[in-house]
Nanobody
Framework: VQLQASGGGAVQAGGSLRLSCAAS????????MAWYRQAPGKERELVAM???????NLADSTKDRFTISRDSAENTVYLQMNSLKPEDTAVYFC?????????????WGQGTQVTVSS
């Protein structure tokens, strides 16, 4: 599967952005879709995930501000980010995990930069 992420940009603290991740196949064929982020000098961390069945999970640092959703007709997963903080600044990556013969394999899209200024 190929993943195309978009929607990053530069905003001031308190602003909002919506990231999109378009998949090259039906998202119902994908076991888990997720957003990760990586800030400079830090490890990549999970931000939000949505399963094939529609269950969602968000990191504690974002669950009151971010929402993950999907549009099956567009094979797209969204990350709505509200009340952005400078510490949300990072490159955000779209991730898909698909159960294949070798197990649950990860696929990554290109990153999209999110910069939040104070």
């Amino acid at each position: 599967v190929q993943l195309q992420a978009s929607g990053g940009g530069a905003v001031q603290a308190g602003g909002s952005l919506r990231l999109s991740c378009a998949a090259s196949r039906s998202i119902f064929d994908i076991n888990v879709m997720a957003w990760y982020r990586q800030a400079p000098g830090k490890e990549r961390e999970l931000v939000a995930m949505i399963t094939m069945g529609g269950s969602t999970n968000l990191a504690d640092s974002t669950k009151d501000r971010f929402t993950i959703s999907r549009d099956s007709a567009e094979n797209t997963v969204y990350l709505q980010m509200n009340s952005l903080k400078p510490e949300d600044t990072a490159v955000y990556f779209c991730n898909a995990r698909i159960l294949e013969s070798d197990g649950l394999l990860p696929y990554w899209g290109q990153g999209t930069q999110v910069t939040v200024s104070s």
